[in-house]
């Protein structure tokens, strides 16, 4: 089968071949001149594969030549990586002799330079957040080398660490006015003065700054504490000396975050919710109520007064209308009299004691609104568990400022009308003593009459 194969294939060579000297020579016009073409194209191609075969031979004695030279730069290279291993693993064994020599003789040098880095490192953060970087920004910058250096400082270097600590300690004792930009709540950038107290607080248009290091700028705070600091504020700025009332915060901003994070009494009330507003308005009312009955008895009391004693009944008051039932029944007995006078100071009587008893019911009510509001609140508080868990406390924070709110505004508001309604009623009642008194006069002098008219009678009669 091979040999099929082969047969096969040097026909269609010699077919191909006999192709191109087709192409290239003319036809054969006999037998003889064909075979004579054939023998000319065997020599040629003969020659041709004789040069190819000693082409062949050349090269290859070439590669023999390249390959002998690779083999030779391999055989090199492996014993220079062989000549660096056995060097790299000596270092390795003497870099730690060498390390535990170098920490022998630095000794408490080393530990200084341990000392200088810290430091240097601890100042770099302190400088970058302090309000000072606002009117000299790039102080922190000069000490990154010094904080992240693995050697030893040099002279320069512990002066510039040395230059830094005084300047801060120099600025600190200053009250110094700078122009700067200020970015304000609204996100506007303005450039304007700034007065900066120290290394504490820095102030601009009567508003508390701080200093943001992330981005190196003055920013106004979202909220201002309450207007007796922002008074002071106002009047240091105008002074020119540098000496005046000032509210300064010497925790460099944490007493002034946390006041003005104090909720305003507003916002305390605000956190009562609709059951507090609800006991603050029924306490208003009480408190009205409350003042006109202190008016309105005020006003009655003057006129009792201005009463007592006269002869003539003025009915604009309760105490000439009951003198006034008197005079109209002058010759009534007394028992009559006296019931005519009872009925006079009972038809007064709730004139005088008008809204007492509201002023009661309001200062019962306000702290049962004050526990209602307790309840809700800690309604909340338990859902706000059940919903977020405790993870967070200020999400509860809402329910609990509710219950408490509520139960203080309760208290603030029955506490003072209790004490009111007592001052009314007392009021209230010592008016009508006076007008059950005065009534007890006219009774007494009335029988006296009535016994003197009778006693004469019976003489004359006898």
């Excluded at 065997?42 to 062949?56: G, I, T």
């Excluded at 105490?319 to 007995?333: H, K, T």
């Excluded at 400022?401 to 010592?430: C, D, E, F, N």
């Excluded at 003593?433 to 005065?438: A, D, F, H």
């Amino acid at each position: 089968m091979k040999r099929v194969i082969c047969l096969g294939l040097a026909s269609v060579l010699l077919a191909g071949t006999g192709w191109v000297a087709e192409a290239q020579e003319p036809k054969a016009k006999s037998l003889s001149a064909l075979l004579k073409q054939v023998r000319g194209q065997r020599a040629k191609e003969k020659a041709v594969n004789s040069s190819r075969e000693a082409e062949f031979r050349q090269k290859k004695a070439q590669q023999q030549s390249l390959l002998a030279d690779a083999r030779m730069k391999r055989a090199a290279a492996v014993a220079r990586s062989e000549e660096l291993e056995a060097a790299f693993e000596l270092n390795e064994n003497e870099i730690p002799e060498l390390q535990e020599t170098l920490r022998n003789r630095l000794g408490t040098l080393g530990e200084l330079f341990g000392v200088v880095r810290q430091v240097a490192g601890d100042t770099r953060g302190f400088l970058e957040g302090s309000i000072v970087s606002a009117q000299l920004p790039g102080r922190a910058d000069r000490l990154d080398k010094l904080a992240e250096s693995k050697e030893l400082p040099s002279i320069e270097e512990l002066e510039e660490l040395w230059f830094a600590l005084q300047e801060e300690m120099t600025e600190s004792g200053k009250v110094t006015r700078f122009p700067a930009a200020v970015v304000s709540v609204d996100g506007d950038t303005t450039q304007t003065d700034v007065v900066r107290v120290g290394p504490f607080n820095v102030t601009a248009g009567g508003k508390y700054l701080q200093y943001l290091p992330e981005t190196g700028k003055l920013t106004e705070l979202a909220r201002q504490p309450s207007g007796r600091h922002l008074d002071t504020v106002a009047n240091f700025e105008g002074t020119q000396s540098g000496v005046g009332g000032f509210s300064l915060d010497p925790s460099r901003g944490t007493i002034l975050s946390l006041l003005i994070g104090t909720p305003s009494l507003s916002e305390r009330v605000t956190q009562g919710g609709l059951v507090g507003y609800v006991i603050i308005g029924l306490g208003l009312v009480g408190l009205a109520l409350v003042a006109e009955r202190l008016v309105s008895l005020g006003i009655v009391g003057r006129k009792i007064k201005a009463q007592i004693g006269q002869e003539r009944a003025d009915e604009g008051n309760p105490l000439g209308r009951i003198l006034s039932v008197y005079q109209s029944n002058p010759n009534a007995d007394v028992e009559t009299l006296e019931l005519k006078l009872d009925e006079a100071i009972l038809k007064e009587t709730p004139s005088l004691e008008r809204g007492n008893v509201m002023i009661k019911v309001l200062s019962a009510v306000a702290p049962l609104l004050g526990l209602l509001g307790t309840v809700t609140g800690m309604i909340a508080t338990f859902q706000a568990i059940t919903l977020f868990g405790t993870g967070d406390p200020k999400l509860m924070a809402g329910g609990i400022s509710q219950a408490l709110v509520t139960t203080v505004l309760g208290l603030v508001m029955a506490i003072p009308l209790l004490l009111l309604h007592s001052v009314v009623a007392g009021r209230s009642k010592s008016l009508i003593q006076v007008l059950e008194q005065q009534s007890a006069g006219v009774v007494a002098t009335h029988a006296e009459r009535m016994h003197g008219r009778a006693g004469g009678a019976g003489a004359r009669a006898s």
